[in-house]
C-alpha cells in the first residue's frame, strides 16, 4: 500500500504543478493584454493645465501628442537620468493651446 499511496500523492502533486503552471500562464496573458490596451494620455485631449499638472504629478511622463507623437516630459533637471541632459523647453498642441509650454530633457548642446 505504501507504494501505491506514493503513486498516488505523486501524481496530485503533477498534477496541482500543471494546473498552477497553467493558472500562471493565463494570468500572464491577460496582463499583457490589458498592459497592451493601456492608452497614454493624449496632450490634444487635455488643456495646457492638466498637461502641465500630469507632468508635475508623476515627475517624469510618456503623452501622446499626435497621431504618431510621443515623447517623455519632465517637471525638472532631476528627472533626466543621464548625465550631460539638461530640460529644454518645448511645445504640445492641447485643446486650449496650439502652442502649451512643457520640458523635455535633452543632450546638451541638442538644438529643439
Not at 500630469?54 to 503623452?63: E, P, S, T
Not at 501628442?65 to 548625465?83: E, L, M, T
Amino acid at each position: 500500500m505504501n507504494a501505491n499511496n506514493s503513486k498516488k500523492q505523486l501524481s496530485i502533486a503533477g498534477l496541482a504543478v500543471s494546473s498552477g503552471l497553467f493558472c500562471a500562464a493565463l494570468f500572464l496573458t491577460f496582463l499583457s493584454a490589458e498592459a497592451q490596451t493601456r492608452r497614454q494620455p493624449d496632450t490634444t485631449e487635455l488643456t495646457c493645465a492638466q498637461t502641465q499638472a500630469l507632468i508635475d504629478k508623476f515627475g517624469a511622463i510618456n503623452l501622446k501628442s499626435g497621431p504618431y507623437k510621443f515623447d517623455r516630459y519632465v517637471s525638472g533637471r532631476n528627472q533626466c537620468v543621464s548625465a550631460g541632459r539638461v530640460v529644454r523647453t518645448t511645445y504640445v498642441p492641447t485643446q486650449d493651446d496650439s502652442s502649451c509650454p512643457v520640458k523635455i530633457c535633452a543632450e546638451q548642446g541638442q538644438q529643439q
